[in-house]
């Protein structure tokens, strides 16, 4: 509802997401679903990493560099697919909220 009232009186404005509930989002999913903890440290790095990548800065090959880097996350990380399917499932669709655009 929020954000239809928003693009109805800025529609050019892009809607971006917060990075501090980005983040702890993030996190409660990987303390969920991943139970050892080694394994959710190098997740939770992992994706810290897309978040932070300096080749994600703007336009639309940022979108597609993101979306690659986290079909590597599978590959690197086999006994996290649960948190994996969630990450892919639930943010692939939602990078070019979260990258800063000119």
């Known amino acids: 509802m929020l954000r239809f ?6 529609p050019r404005v892009p809607i971006m997401l917060s990075l501090w509930h980005v983040q702890k989002a993030w996190k ?6 991943i139970k050892d ?10 994706i810290e990493e897309i978040m ?6 703007e336009g639309d090959s940022a979108v597609v560099r ?3 880097k986290i ?6 990380f086999p006994a996290a697919d649960g948190f994996i ?4 499932e639930t943010w692939s669709g939602k990078i070019a909220m979260t990258v800063t655009r000119n």
Request: a positive charge; proline letters at 0%; hydrophobic letters at 40%.
């Open 37 to 46: 903890e080694t394994l959710q440290v190098a997740v939770f790095k992992a």
């Open 28 to 33: 409660e999913n990987v303390l969920q679903k």
């Open 71 to 76: 079909r590597d996350l599978r590959q690197r």
């Open 66 to 68: 993101a979306q690659q």
């Open 52 to 57: 932070y990548s300096t080749d994600l800065i």
């Open 5 to 10: 009232c928003f693009t109805n009186v800025w």
């Open 85 to 88: 399917s969630y990450f892919k």
